[in-house]
């Protein structure tokens, strides 16, 4: 991963050598990353928890039903923390959307496991052995059939689990089931409110006569959670496993402020992640999410794509091969020689923003797409994120008395400007495949065996 200061160091020298940096910002730029700013101190109420609920208009539903998720009942309107149930064991140590719906989701288990060789390998090699006996993880990640797999190794091979989502949309309702019927405790499901989110959080860590030794965490809320909310739990954690960039990002803050005291693993620089993970899923699954969602048809289309890392590199491969026009924003001069190098335009958003018809975010940074971007942006043009947090486009600004919200399908809104200009965003700006499609086991499968080994 480059440190901020590197990119800012690189692009400033760049500047003087490529032609191609007019179309690259020439003040060096220092990256925010998303969760700089992000505060920790919403703590879960029982009331209130529907006070965040969106301003969408009347004609909006907010069923959430996933389209990845074939068994949700988007009828079932009752929150999960409303609903009294139990296993076929008895337990009701989790919070989930229907329990009923274990049988389905074990067989979504049972489909990733055939992808998913390395890590069934590494199950029955070390089940015997029991190498993770006496550990206690806590995780909070995308809870998908693969990270099921994940989830069922671990217990395998020793540890006590208990789980909640690390994002509100990309929870399959029906492996969240499937898994607390074997007796994990987990709290997710699709279409949680942001005090939800915390809610499931919290449960995860706080269980009857039971610690944490370990965090598996996606993106950092988890073990910022344990750090401020339960600050003597956190001195006795044994270790963080961390698989994103944007929870690395937080990890060295913590670090810098001397506040790690724990040591900390970083899955997303691990080469079998980075170059696996990050590249190909968003690369098998960009289009899916988006096709999915929006029935486009990409030849032809003019995408700019915000961020050439290994993500926007997947994306724009994808793009380009349905015969898209792809123009990529970056602000690392390498990336941007890069994109150059295989032909993708290198641009400033504000030079084509008015004339393209799909607008994608990769970077793991925040405010990338502003209420500016938004105004200018052409009828009918199709806004979304692929990066880990929502702040990548500047969602709140289009929370606004002059624009109406129509949600059009699940995860699709349509914003609406005065004079009848619609804007179509995707899944609230949240990560598009993981909301709105599903995402290629394989690779899940590499990074996470590289994870538990
Ligand atoms: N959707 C998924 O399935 C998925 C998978 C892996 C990672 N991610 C997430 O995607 C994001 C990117 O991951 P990555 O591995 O590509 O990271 P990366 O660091 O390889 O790439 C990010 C790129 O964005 C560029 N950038 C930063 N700010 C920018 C700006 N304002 N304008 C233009 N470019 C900018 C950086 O220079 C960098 O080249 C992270 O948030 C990560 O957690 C998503």
Redesign the pocket.
């Known amino acids: 991963?480059?440190t901020p200061d590197a990119?800012a160091a690189d692009e400033a020298e760049a500047s003087n050598k490529f032609s191609f940096m007019a179309a690259v910002s020439k003040t060096p730029?220092k990256?925010q990353f998303?969760d700089d700013m992000q505060e920790f101190s919403k703590f879960p109420t029982k009331t209130g928890r529907r006070s965040l609920s969106r301003s969408i208009s009347q004609s909006s539903t907010d069923s959430y039903s996933s389209v990845a998720s074939y068994t949700d009942s988007s009828d079932d309107e009752m929150s999960p923390r409303d609903k009294q149930q139990t296993t076929t064991k008895g337990s009701s140590d989790f919070c989930v959307k229907n329990i009923k719906q274990a049988e389905f989701g074990r067989r979504e288990i049972e489909i990733a496991e055939q992808e998913m060789t390395a890590l069934i390998s590494l199950r029955k090699r070390a089940q015997g052995e029991k190498p993770l006996a006496g550990a206690k993880i806590v995780g909070c990640t995308h809870i998908t059939a693969q990270t099921g797999v994940l989830i069922e190794t671990l217990c395998a091979l020793g540890a006590q689990c208990r789980w909640s989502a690390c994002n509100i949309y990309s929870t399959q309702n029906e492996v969240a089931a499937a898994l607390a019927e074997t007796g994990v405790a987990v709290f997710a499901w699709k279409g949680e409110s942001e005090d939800d989110f915390w809610w499931c959080i919290d449960r995860s860590v706080n269980g009857d006569s039971w610690q944490p030794n370990m965090i598996l965490d996606d993106?950092g809320d988890l073990t910022h959670w344990v750090y401020k909310k339960y600050p003597n739990v956190y001195k006795k954690i044994r270790g963080i496993v961390e698989e994103?960039?944007?929870g690395v990002h937080r990890l060295y803050q913590l670090s810098k402020a001397g506040k790690l005291c724990v040591p900390a693993m970083n899955v997303?620089d691990s080469v079998t992640k980075?170059k696996f993970?990050?590249l190909y899923?968003?690369r098998e699954?960009i289009l899916d999410g988006l096709k999915r969602s929006t029935d486009v048809m990409f030849g032809g289309k003019q995408v700019v794509v915000?961020?050439?890392?290994?993500?926007?590199?997947g994306c724009c491969a994808a793009l380009k091969a349905l015969g898209a026009v792809v123009h990529v924003?970056?602000?690392?001069p390498i990336?941007a020689l890069q994109a150059c190098m295989e032909g993708f335009r290198v641009v400033k958003?504000n030079e084509v923003i008015r004339q393209v018809d799909v607008v994608i975010t990769?970077?793991?940074?925040k405010n990338?797409v502003m209420r500016e971007h938004l105004d200018r942006m052409k009828n009918g043009c199709i806004v979304c994120n692929?990066?880990?947090?929502n702040t990548e486009i500047d969602v709140a600004s289009l929370r606004t008395p002059e624009l109406t919200w129509e949600r059009i399908r699940s995860q699709v809104d349509h914003v609406i400007w005065p004079d009848g200009k619609r804007v179509v965003l995707l899944a609230e700006g949240r990560?598009?495949?993981?909301s709105c499609s599903t995402?290629p086991t394989f690779v899940l499968s590499i990074t996470a065996t590289t994870e538990v080994s």
């Open positions: 991963m480059s990119i730029k990256i998303a993106g994103s960039v944007t997303n980075q993970d990050n899923c968003c699954s915000c961020g050439y890392g290994e993500v926007g590199k924003t970056e602000i690392d990336c958003l990769c970077t793991g940074n990338v692929m990066g880990h947090s990560l598009l495949n993981l995402i």
